[in-house]
């Protein structure tokens, strides 16, 4: 049986991830921690919240006594460390939270899986500690080229920059302590439960409602789109079967110019939903706007080493993917709705209390 503690469960690929490990691993115990942070809701895992193997904990990955009293008191053997500030533009006008909780969090939480596994007497060899990361953190490609595992680093914005230094602190642990470490470092994510700051649910809900649609720069800037699904399989192959003390690349191998997504989205509901009420395309509403400072150009990911030594690639083409999340953004107004006017952050407070 495995226990684990999940962090950042409640955000768009941690509640993607809670839901497939429930699902895919019967005997385990997991324990999410979420700061509950405006990326955080809580709502996004309602269908097992009263799951007897699920518990749910509001905490922040800062706080090292939570950690220890957590570590100990579920007897943690396995980490899948989500809990992130994640986005690129708030990380411009913000940079501070995200050095606190992506530097100085994983910071805490390495401490913490340190202390309590590697205690003396204490067998370790049946746990980990998987590092959720990201492809930013090598920086930005030109026409050609992918990046592979042996991609120096070269972080761009406050965001990558912050990622790439806790990548730094976990490979530390490994060589330092031995601490039994993984590292994923992926590309763009889509699906269902992602907030509507990030270019595709953004997109999907300024085009349903007739707002304008705000593309950066030129728009041919390039993404590898991995859908959520794919990539916590990816995760759990990782957790499950991988090498301590190696990282491995995930991507869709889904290479597309913005300006490609925010158009097929704006086809997609024009079939599903019809024409806006004045009969114009969707498409009438992209503008060009100012870029974003330090905008990487392209990237693209090499998943050959997943592929080969662990068996993984994506299931979930670019075309499938894109219309399950239209469909599921279309199933779904009242999430959309209660991310937008905040209600959200009540959930947790009419489910939990106070406490
Ligand atoms: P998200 O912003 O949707 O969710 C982050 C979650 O972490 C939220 O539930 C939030 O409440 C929680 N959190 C934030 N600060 C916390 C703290 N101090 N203590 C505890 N919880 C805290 O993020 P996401 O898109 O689901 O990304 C998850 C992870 O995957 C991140 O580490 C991110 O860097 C990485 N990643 C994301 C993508 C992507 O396309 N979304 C791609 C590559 C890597
Ligand atoms: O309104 C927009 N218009 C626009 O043109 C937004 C929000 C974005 N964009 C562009 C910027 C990027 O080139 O679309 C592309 C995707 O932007 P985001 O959705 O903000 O994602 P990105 O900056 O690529 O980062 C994402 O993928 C890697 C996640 O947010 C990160 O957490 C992850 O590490």
Redesign the pocket.
């Known amino acids: 049986m495995k226990r684990l503690l999940v962090t950042g469960g409640c955000g768009f690929i941690g509640s993607n991830f809670v839901r497939l490990a429930l699902q895919q691993l019967p005997d385990c115990r997991l324990v999410n921690l979420d700061k509950l942070t405006y990326a955080g809701n809580h709502e996004n895992l309602k269908d097992i919240a009263n799951d007897p193997r699920y518990r749910f904990v509001k905490g922040d990955i800062t706080d090292g006594t939570l950690l220890e009293k957590l570590f100990a008191e579920e007897q943690i053997d396995t980490v899948i460390h989500f809990a992130?500030e994640?986005?690129?533009?708030r990380s411009i006008t913000g940079p501070a939270e995200f050095i606190q909780t992506n530097i100085v969090g994983t910071f805490t939480l390495l401490e913490a899986a340190r202390k309590y596994w590697l205690a003396d007497n204490k067998d370790s060899s049946q746990c980990r500690f998987l590092h959720v990361?990201?492809?930013?953190v090598y920086g930005s490609l030109g026409d050609t080229g992918y990046f592979t595992e042996e991609t120096p680093y070269d972080p761009r914005?406050p965001?990558?920059s912050s990622?790439a230094s806790s990548d730094h602190l976990v490979n530390a642990y490994f060589h330092t302590y031995g601490l039994p470490i993984l590292m994923t470092n992926?590309?763009?994510?889509y699906g269902p439960y992602h907030f509507p700051?990030?270019?595709?649910p953004?997109?999907l809900n300024n085009a349903l409602n007739g707002k304008d649609?705000?593309?950066?720069?030129d728009?041919k800037?390039?993404?590898d789109w991995l859908y959520v699904v794919d990539h916590c399989e990816a995760i759990l192959t990782v957790v499950l079967n991988g090498t301590i003390g190696e990282t491995y690349n995930v991507g869709g191998n889904n290479e597309k110019q913005?300006i490609e997504?925010?158009t097929t989205i704006c086809d997609l509901l024009d079939q599903k939903v019809g024409l806006l009420p004045d009969g114009e395309a969707r498409r009438t509403l992209i503008r060009y706007?100012t870029d974003?400072p330090g905008?990487?150009r392209r990237?693209a990911i090499d998943a050959s080493k997943i592929k080969k030594e662990l068996g993984w690639s994506p299931a979930v083409t670019f075309e499938e993917g894109i219309l399950k999340t239209v469909d599921w953004y279309l199933d779904n107004p009242e999430w959309i709705s209660a991310v937008l006017d905040g209600s959200y952050q009540n959930y947790y407070e009419e489910m939990y209390g106070n406490r």
């Not at 994640?86 to 533009?89: E, I, L, P, R």
């Not at 990361?133 to 930013?136: L, Q, V």
């Not at 700051?197 to 595709?200: G, P």
């Open positions: 992130a994640s986005h690129v533009d990361s990201t492809d930013e914005s965001y990558s990622k992926c590309s763009n994510n700051e990030k270019l595709i953004l997109i649609l705000p593309v950066y720069g728009g800037n390039v993404r913005n997504i925010v706007v974003r905008h990487d990237y």
